[in-house]
């Protein structure tokens, strides 16, 4: 049984800054590319940032590129995302998602073909 559960939102004043969390259980961690994605009310959901099965390579979309980080300890089983100088537009239902391959795919931005997917985290940032 594969268990992915998200953890970290929460309501935070422009500028400000959350680091969110992902556990999953039930696959090998670490045989798995790994990504965040989010979604607002009325918008389809949009990728913001993956990450390789070792960590090695990371990427992001244009809209978070500079002020967000990814990470991930594989001994742990667990995904971060390090949001800094945090924008209202950020305010959404965050979600991490599990590739079963080890590397991003080359539209790791889509939702599609994504193997596993967490219940998500509200982030809301104030003005």
């Known amino acids: 049984q594969v268990q992915v559960v998200e953890a970290g939102g929460g309501l935070v004043q422009a500028g400000g800054a959350l680091r969110l969390s992902c556990t999953v259980s039930?696959?090998?961690?670490?045989?798995?590319?790994m990504a965040w994605f989010r979604q607002s009310p009325g918008n389809d959901r949009e990728g913001v940032s993956c990450?390789?099965?070792?960590?090695?390579?990371?990427y992001f979309s244009e809209s978070v590129q500079g002020r967000f980080n990814v990470s991930r300890d594989n001994a742990k089983n667990t995904l971060y995302l390090q949001m800094n100088d945090l924008k209202p537009e950020d305010t959404a239902m965050y979600y991490c998602?599990?590739?079963?391959?080890?590397?991003?795919?080359?539209?790791?931005?889509?939702?599609?073909?994504?193997?596993?997917w967490g219940q998500g985290t509200q982030v809301t940032v104030s003005s």
């Open positions: 990450i390789t099965g070792s960590g090695g390579r990371t």
């Open positions: 039930g696959l090998t961690f670490g045989d798995y590319a």
């Open positions: 998602a599990a590739w079963r391959y080890d590397y991003c795919s080359g539209s790791w931005w889509t939702t599609y073909g994504y193997n596993y």
